[in-house]
Structures are given as structure tokens and as C-alpha cells.
């Protein structure tokens, strides 16, 4: 069975704090996506990354970046120097070739206080 | 090049009425799914559908849901005779035929309110 679990309900942090938002999966399939996406205040969701299986590079993209490691089923995501206009609801995400479904977890709400 | 496109954004519905829920894909795009968010809680899936078939409706509730994806026109969400229990965001995604990517794109989401 497919599952994602967001141990962390909610986290607060000062502005210009780094934070990290867990993401541990479980799966039987050996290929196989994870996504993160942003759902701000407005209630959108916001596409952030993709990564594959096979792929267990880190990943950084400005302020964001990601660390995959399939030994630990997690796909953890850190913001660094964290911002107002990041405060919203992160969700990670799951899917598997030749499924139709994406399983996300139940959410992390990341507030930041100036 | 418009993004899914869903509406109404909100839907106010009281006990008893029936709401339907648009979902326009991204244009190429032939695959269209339907996610329900409860309050609270991350997505869960609902159904997915090509044009005019259903593909996979194992997380649609058994009665007064049903949906539809004709050859012409968006798809539709419809819940009849709702609750206040339906009170949820309604998210619509898309993919193109070949999803090699795994990628479904959202839509900004239907958030239905019943009274």
C-alpha cells in the first residue's frame, strides 16, 4: 500500500529561520514519483518539485532545497532563510508509474513571523 | 496558455440542493482527476476519467456523487442532495494522454460550502 505521513502538523518559525518539513513514504514499487506542492492562504496548490526513484540527487532551487534518501523513505524539504510569504500549507506527495492516483500526506502548516 | 480552469471558486449550496463543479483541463490535455480536501487534511482521490469514460471511481462516495468527462466541453462534479458533510475544497487535475512525468497540473480548486 501506498502511504505518505507529515509527522509535523504545524511549525512556527522567526523569519529568517531555516525550517525543514519532514516526508517519510511507503510504497512497494521500485519506480516511482514524489512531489512537493505549496497551498497558500489563497488555496491554490502550487507545484514545487518532482523527483523520481532513481534519482536521489539533493536538489536546490534558490531558498529551497530538498534531500531524497530511499534508505530512510524520505523526502525532506528545507527552506533556508525562511520568509512572511512562505507561510501555507506544504504537502508531500506520491505517485507510481502506471497509477493514476497521487496519495499526499496530511499537510504541514508552516507559519512565519516577521 | 490557461492553467486547469475550475468554477465556480465557491459554491454556497443548503441541505438537500445538488451542486455540479466544473473542471476545463489544460488544453491538449485528454486525462482529468478529481481530489476532495476536507478540512484540515491533505487530498484524497476521487476519480479519474478520460474522455467520456471513467476510468478509476474507487474513492467516489456510493451515492450522490457521480462525475462525468463528455467528448465536448469540461467535466463535471456533481453531488446531489448534499450534506453538510460535502463542505470540502474540490480540486480538478489534468494530464496529457502520454504522462510520462507523472505529472498532474491542479486547478485552484471549487471550495463548496453547504449550509
Known amino acids: 500500500a501506498q502511504k505518505v505521513t507529515q509527522a509535523q502538523t504545524e511549525i512556527s518559525v522567526v523569519e529568517k529561520e531555516d525550517v525543514t518539513l519532514d516526508c517519510v513514504y511507503e510504497?512497494?514499487?521500485?519506480?516511482?514519483?514524489l512531489f512537493w506542492y505549496k497551498q497558500p492562504p489563497s488555496g491554490e496548490l502550487v507545484f514545487l518539485i518532482r523527483?523520481?526513484?532513481?534519482?536521489?540527487q539533493n536538489e536546490i532551487s534558490g531558498r529551497y532545497s530538498w534531500n531524497f534518501q530511499k534508505s530512510t523513505s524520505s523526502f525532506n524539504f528545507t527552506i533556508t532563510a525562511s520568509q512572511v510569504v512562505d507561510s501555507a500549507v506544504y504537502f508531500c506527495?506520491?505517485?507510481?508509474?502506471?497509477?493514476?492516483?497521487?496519495?499526499f500526506g496530511a499537510g504541514t502548516r508552516l507559519f512565519v513571523k516577521a | 496558455n490557461a492553467g486547469v480552469m475550475q468554477n465556480p471558486r465557491h459554491l454556497v449550496r443548503r441541505r438537500g440542493q445538488e451542486a455540479r463543479l466544473r473542471c476545463s483541463p489544460m488544453?491538449?490535455?485528454?486525462?482529468v482527476y478529481w481530489y476532495r480536501q476536507l478540512p484540515e487534511e491533505g487530498l484524497k482521490f476521487m476519480v479519474y476519467?478520460?474522455?467520456?469514460?471513467?476510468?478509476?471511481e474507487s474513492g467516489m462516495p456510493k451515492e450522490r456523487f457521480s462525475a462525468e468527462f463528455p467528448k465536448e466541453g469540461p467535466s463535471i462534479l456533481r453531488i446531489q442532495q448534499v450534506v453538510r458533510g460535502d463542505s470540502a475544497a474540490y480540486f480538478c487535475?489534468?494530464?496529457?494522454?502520454?504522462?510520462?512525468?507523472?505529472?498532474?497540473?491542479f486547478g485552484a480548486g471549487t471550495r463548496l460550502s453547504v449550509l
Open positions: 510504497t512497494r514499487d521500485t519506480t516511482y514519483y
Open positions: 476519467l478520460q474522455k467520456e469514460n471513467i476510468i478509476d
Open positions: 523527483r523520481n526513484s532513481f534519482d536521489e
Open positions: 488544453k491538449g490535455h485528454s486525462h
Open positions: 487535475a489534468s494530464s496529457p494522454r502520454e504522462n510520462v512525468n507523472n505529472i498532474q497540473y
Open positions: 506527495a506520491l505517485s507510481y508509474t502506471g497509477g493514476f492516483k497521487t496519495i
